[in-house]
């Protein structure tokens, strides 16, 4: 999103003309989807602005490295290396057998928070990540009921104001707590290197997100990282054992090929208006080099540019919804400031 926001940026060009390299950390969170149809077309709108440019992608839980290379080169016969780095020390993953009774549905996993609890006790620092954030909140206070020993326990979500977030993940640095619990907040980033102990409450919904949250504990190479799965029912014991032997076969999850979504290419079209005016056959031959927008027809960018200009055919009658309008050159460019202003304050493809 910050990327579409300077490329809609009126200087974007001279702003960006010797950049050099570009590094896409964590790409396999955001490589398919509308929001990575946007990271594209705005890299292939920084490959404009700087021909030399280089792209560096990095990821730890990549299936298939042949497709992210081929999602970001800038062409489809632009050469590509693929490196493969030595993965370190395995993880050690076990699985919790609850003493107590084992519920055969639910996700909350309360039956077991007082072994969590002891586990966290015998630990110097936990992430206990659970994945969403109403089982972070519910989590987090019942491990506090029982905490008798007054451990520093936090908590860390999404809904939580930046600033509280910022406090927990400054306290994590000093290593004055013992344990937080956390959602996808967590997962990306960040690497703690006193993090003893990575727990996952509930089934962790793929082979990938367990190797990201794993690898959130004791980060160095030459030492495995520990993990313990915590099935919140016996159904999720299945689920648990199998995540484990894909984590152990290095099965990452599969991603499909993704075409790039339409909608997403007319926000583009719009940012590259606000930026400066542009030629049709140019900004074509720019989206079709981008990887999820290299079997888009000329007519099928035609009809987006048409939807940008008038609002399509529902719509052409209204004056509003124009907005952007060709000059006497050929070229198009955003009707008016205003429009530009509201582009840039909406722009993005997350979807709430």
């Not at 009126?10 to 946007?38: N, P």
């Not at 930046?162 to 994590?172: G, I, L, N, T």
Request: hydrophobic residues 45%; negative net charge; charged residues 20%.
């Amino acid at each position: 999103e910050q990327l579409a926001l300077f490329c809609a940026w009126d200087g974007a060009r001279a702003y960006f003309a010797d950049l050099k390299c570009v590094v896409l950390d964590e790409v396999h969170a955001i490589w398919s989807g509308k929001r990575g149809d946007l990271l594209s077309l705005g890299l292939g709108r920084l490959q404009k602005f700087a021909p030399e440019m280089r792209r560096v992608a990095l990821s730890a839980t990549v299936d298939d490295p042949e497709m992210i290379a081929g999602w970001l080169k800038p062409g489809p016969d632009a050469p590509v290396a693929i490196v493969l780095g030595d993965p370190g020390a395995p993880p050690v993953i076990d699985i919790l057998v609850s003493e107590g009774h084992v519920p055969w549905a639910g996700h909350t996993g309360v039956h077991a928070v007082p072994e969590v609890y002891d586990a966290i006790r015998g630990a110097g620092m936990t992430l206990i990540f659970v994945n969403t954030r109403w089982q972070a909140e519910f989590v987090f206070q019942q491990l506090w009921a029982i905490n008798d020993d007054s451990l520093p326990i936090a908590l860390h979500h999404g809904s939580l104001a930046a600033e509280q977030r910022r406090k927990v993940e400054a306290a994590m640095a000093r290593g004055d707590l013992r344990a937080v619990v956390c959602t996808s907040t967590l997962d990306l980033g960040i690497d703690w290197g006193d993090v003893d102990l990575v727990i996952q409450l509930a089934a962790p919904k793929g082979a990938s997100r367990l190797v990201q949250r794993i690898g959130r504990a004791n980060h160095r190479l030459d030492e495995p990282s520990r993990a313990l799965m915590v099935p919140a029912s016996r159904f999720e014991m299945l689920e648990c054992q199998a995540a484990r032997e894909a984590v152990a076969e290095n099965a990452f999850d599969w991603e499909p090929v993704h075409i790039g979504t339409l909608d997403t290419l007319a926000q583009h079209v719009m940012g590259c208006a606000c930026s400066e005016p542009f030629d049709l056959n140019d900004l074509y031959t720019e989206v079709s080099a981008c990887g999820p927008y290299r079997g888009l027809t000329w007519e099928s960018f035609e009809e987006v540019v048409d939807l940008v200009a008038t609002g399509g055919y529902a719509l052409r009658t209204y004056d509003r919804f124009a907005r952007i309008v060709r000059t006497a050159d050929g070229r198009w460019k955003v009707r008016n400031a205003q429009l530009a202003q509201s582009h840039r304050m909406n722009v993005g493809a997350i979807v709430s």
